[in-house]
């Protein structure tokens, strides 16, 4: 009989360490960062967002509508981390996270950087109140289309550019060292 009881405590055991074990199904837009470093190798920018794909979809217009607030990816608000005082748009922004909307128009995009952060998208958790910067960026033509939401960090004089582009569109955020 402890034989049995012992087998049965097993087999329950056994089962639940199974069912523990599976794993909710990854996101369709998978979460990516992507990370600014000066000369020394110092941490300048972290971003961290979710990049979703194009699928044929119309983007910029259609399932990203022109003239409103975007959380600048898919999933949770895009995050954007500065480890040291940067300068936007003439402006001293203070080392520290911040979330990342954009306006996404045909030809110009608005750039904002909030202080609300840790949010899901836009619905009911963006507000303007917060807003610490906001900036505008030509939007230009990419060469090809780019098939998922994309950020690269570029290289420039006292600073680096944040380029976002998806689709056939891409525009360039620049931010200056502080000191």
């Not at 199904?25 to 979710?50: C, Q």
């Not at 996270?97 to 998208?121: D, F, H, S």
């Amino acid at each position: 009989m402890k034989k049995l009881f012992g087998l049965a405590i097993f087999a329950l055991f056994l089962t639940t360490s199974v069912n523990a074990q599976e794993f909710k199904a990854l996101d369709k837009s998978p979460l990516d960062a992507v990370m600014a470093r000066n000369d020394n190798d110092e941490g300048l920018i972290r971003v961290i967002y979710s990049r979703p794909h194009k699928k044929g979809r119309e983007i910029f217009g259609n399932l990203v509508p022109y003239g409103k607030i975007w959380r600048t990816g898919a999933n949770e608000a895009t995050e954007v981390t500065f480890y040291k005082d940067m300068m936007v748009g003439g402006k001293k922004v203070p080392k520290g996270a911040y979330t990342l909307y954009t306006i996404p128009n045909k030809k110009e995009w608005t750039i904002i950087l909030n202080k609300n952060t840790n949010v899901w998208g836009t619905r009911g958790n963006y507000k303007e109140s917060e807003d610490l910067v906001r900036i505008t960026a030509p939007a230009r033509q990419a060469a090809n289309t780019i098939e998922d939401f994309s950020m690269a960090f570029q290289p420039m004089d006292n600073g680096t550019k944040l380029m976002m582009g998806w689709d056939d569109v891409y525009v360039s955020v620049p931010f200056k060292n502080a000191n």
